[in-house]
Structures are given as structure tokens and as C-alpha cells.
């Protein structure tokens, strides 16, 4: 099915888009909502309760669940000698295992917080480096005009990802709104077989693609598309940049805000014609009878 970008822009930032022909990445580490890609916290559960956590260690120990292969860690190795060995201890041994332990005696708490201060700081040096590309599913949504397109003076551009010429704009995903916030270990269980059954880049490139693309219900109105790129390095300064080539005919429509005045739609209609010969280009007209917006192609 054929992908559209809608973004919403004010007028410098539609003159901006029409004469460079990039958009803009911006940081995911300023973004307006102060929950959006805002991490307070790593676990979705209290991960310095030790004894819980020895509880689930032990029991997935003894477990005839069927697990993934190692990550090659000591840890991982480890357990798995273990398992195989406890696989096949009597049930009375194993009924017994948890009171010859002691959580302290295996865990350090202040290790554990280090750790996970480490792992916090890794992801947000990361999203440092990385920029989000955000549009929308539909261009005629009046509260986004009025939010985001300078009260209806800006203007709306459509992107249609072009696969022929391996566009990036096609990773583009679509939001998902819930009132719970994404963590990347969402209990102690899922934090053992994490950490001793998965790659660490790949438990991170997994969360960093979850937390990027997931906000709180109050914001499902704006149906949200994203494209987060990990890193934005200019390879040849070795500086970082915000702005990435968008291909002239993926820009194949321009929405004009009701309240953009003639001389600023005639500027803005003559820049998309100049990118793209082909882009169509509308004006959007209030609805006389209900509360919407409807395209007009521009003469």
C-alpha cells in the first residue's frame, strides 16, 4: 500500500523545505511533549527487589521453558551449566533450592544502579546523534493546521516515499499511542533472559525503536508517522546534521493554509513547481456547513 507523509509546516519552514530539498531530523531530546522519548526510568518494575529477583532467577533456572541459545556471555554460560545440571536434580531438591540463598549474597545493589545509569547515558548519547522526521497520516486535520502550520498560514507537503530509488522516507512508521510509557525491561524475568540470552546492541536498538514511536494517548488525534534516523553525521566534516535529501518527485502535493495570504501562496506554489513539475498544489477552504477543511486545487 502506497505510504503519504503529510508534514505540517509553518511558512519559513515550507520556503525552507521547497528551496533546499531536505527536511528536517529533529533531536529526539528536544521534542514539545516532555514524555515523548523522556526516560525516567529503565525498568517497568522495582529492580533493586533483590529477593524477587533471585525468586524469578531461580525459578526459570529449574523451568522446563524453552529458552534461546546464549549470548556467549560468562553469565550466560553459566546458567545454562547450571540449568542442564538442576534439569536433573530431584523435585524435592528443587523445592528446597530457594532457602539456600540469599539475594545480597549474589547481587550487588550498587552495582546494579551503575549499570543502569551506564545503560541510561549510553541511549541518551545516542539519541544525541540521531534525528525524527514527523508527519502525519492525513493533511486536512484542523487542529494540526492550527498547531502546527502557523495557525492555518502555513502551509502542508506530501511525501510519497519513492521504493525505486530505496528512499528512506519508506521506514517511516506509524506511532502507537497507549497510556503506558515503554520500558526496556519490563519485569525481572524479562530482564534475566535479556541480559543473558540477547545481544546488548540488539536489546537497545530494539527499545530505541519502541520509545521513538510510542506516545501517550492524548496525542492519537495528530495520527502520527515517524522516521527516526540513529545517526545524523555529516561524514565528510564530521559534523552532525539535522537535515536529510528528500527525491524532488517524492514531493507530489502542497496544501495551502486558508489564512496564507496571495502573495505568500503564489511564492510557495512557485517553489513546489520548481522542485517538482508535477506536484499538485490546493488550497484549503473552511467548510461552510461543518467543522472541516476541504482542498481546492490552486489556480
Known sequence: MEKKLFKYVDQKGAIAILENGTLLFSSPLYLN????????????????????????????SISSEVLPDGNGSDQSNKFLAVRSALSKAPDS???????????????????LRASGAETLAHIKTAFDLSGIFCASKRYDNYLLWAHYAE???????????????DSMLILAEDVEYTNNRPYLYESHKDFLIKSMFRKTEDILAEYTKKITKTKSLEWAYEEEIRLYMPILVNIFEGKKSHYLTYHDDELVSVFLGCKMSTEI???????????????????????????????????
Do not use: C
Open 33 to 60: 511533549d516532555p514524555f515523548d522519548i523522556s526516560i525516567q526510568t529503565l525498568f517497568g518494575y522495582d529492580a533493586f527487589d533483590l529477593e524477587a529477583h533471585l525468586d524469578e532467577f531461580i525459578a526459570l
Open 93 to 111: 531438591y528443587k523445592a528446597n533450592l530457594r532457602k539456600e540463598f540469599s539475594a545480597k549474597n549474589i547481587w550487588n545493589e550498587e552495582s
Open 151 to 165: 495557525k492555518h498560514q502555513g502551509a502542508v507537503l506530501e511525501f510519497s516515499p519513492n521504493a525505486e530509488k
Open 265 to 299: 501562496k503564489e511564492a510557495i506554489a512557485g517553489l513546489a513547481l520548481k522542485r517538482n513539475p508535477e506536484v499538485k498544489i490546493y488550497e484549503m477552504i473552511p467548510d461552510p456547513h461543518q467543522y472541516k477543511l476541504s482542498p481546492k486545487l490552486y489556480a
